[in-house]
């Protein structure tokens, strides 16, 4: 069956950095888009970044363009997001999804940004 397990969250001091990963299973990784998502509690999930299959085109949400870093590893079916420059705005619980239609999530990992 399918499967997303995201790992990697913790807590990091505003200015920090986090390196979240995204270990997917149970269907063609490397054919599938892939995206990061968030969620603050009493919030919509909001998207962060995707990546098409082969990594050739990326896209990011504005509060983090130019701070995060989505990439993929088709051999290992993993996609990451880099966090640089973390803001307390920043704090969510952090979802990858699989596909256009976001049809499978994984459980999350939770990421705090606090001094």
């Known amino acids: 069956q399918v499967q997303l397990v995201e790992s990697g969250g913790g807590l990091v001091q505003p200015g920090g950095s986090l390196k979240l990963s995204c270990k997917a299973s149970g269907f063609a990784f490397s054919s599938e888009l892939m995206t990061w998502f968030r969620q603050t509690p009493g919030k919509e999930r909001e998207f962060v970044a995707g990546i098409i299959a082969n990594s050739a085109y990326t896209n990011y949400a504005g509060s983090v363009q130019g701070r995060f870093t989505i990439s993929r590893d088709n051999a290992k079916n993993e996609v990451y997001l880099q966090m640089d420059s973390l803001k307390p705005e920043d704090t969510a619980v952090y979802y990858c999804?699989?596909?256009?239609?976001?049809?499978?999530w994984g459980q999350g990992t939770q990421v705090t940004v606090s001094s």
């Open positions: 999804a699989r596909g256009r239609d976001n049809d499978y």
